[in-house]
């Protein structure tokens, strides 16, 4: 049986990168309990999507997301306790464990508000950008409850001490710029340029070998609850790994093409993906 089309989320494909919108523009892109369940089906299936090398996550109409829909998730669920229970487990489910795990590289662009539980997919992707006038908040603070889902959590492991604190305590509305500082997105760019920077990011890590990008994403976020043992032994273990099941060989095509061909400074950029070695052209 096919899925019903998608009402509260749009998806647009071009070039490699899959844009995802969160649709629900005259609610600031509230999130309702149905747009949870199209997101979460959505990014599963982007995953497995051949034409989607990264996927980008947007809102639809100039804003991110003005965070969870109090009507809809909070009032709406209050008296129906398996519900509710189904509906955190989606919710947390795409904006955590799908997003923190993704095989491909994933992009938060930000417009607009970005507000409360919006936190989640913010910092669970790999990279954000955001436009200079974009308004973040975490607000739960001012109508009474503690930031919602895991955003605890994902800020304070995010940024300083201090700047959760700060946000997470006075619930005070900041720019992109203010963002970017305290490390919140990777940068903020003057809105008309928004869509351009995400997309040459984006192309930028299509020109990378798909196997050492997923696995040196995998290892950054892996290591960060490690020791120094666990750290080595799962490192030196995911390197072999990568060379089982990796199209490109990228680690004999990389030393091969630096070395023998002279053909890129990986310095500067990325050896040519398809450009692996055969045994007709090893020498
Ligand atoms: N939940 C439910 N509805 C919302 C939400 C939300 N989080 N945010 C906006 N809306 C709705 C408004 O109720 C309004 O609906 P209506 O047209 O039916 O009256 C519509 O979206 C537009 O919102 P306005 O407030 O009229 O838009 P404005 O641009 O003036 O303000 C702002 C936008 C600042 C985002 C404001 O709506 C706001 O403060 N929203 C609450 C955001 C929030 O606190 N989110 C955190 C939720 S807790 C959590 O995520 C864990």
Redesign the pocket.
Known sequence: MSNPPLKFVRVHKHDGISWVYLNRP???N??SPALHVEMDRTLEELEVDTDTKVVVIAGEGG?FS?????????RGLEDKPAESKRMQEIANRWRWERLYNYDKPTIAMIEG?C????FMQLLATDFAISAEDA?F?L??V??G?L???L?AKVVADAVLYRHALYYGCLGDAFDGKEAARVGFVNRAVPPAKLEADVTELAHKLMAKSPAVLRATKQAIRQVRTMDFGQATDYLAAKNAAIRLNDPEQSYKTGIHQFIDKKSYKPVYQPFPLGSMITDQSKK
């Open positions: 005259e609610k600031r509230a999130m804003n003005a965070g969870q829909d109090l009507k809809e998730f909070f508000y507000v409360g539980g919006a308004t908040s607000s739960e001012n109508w409850i930031p919602g889902a955003v």
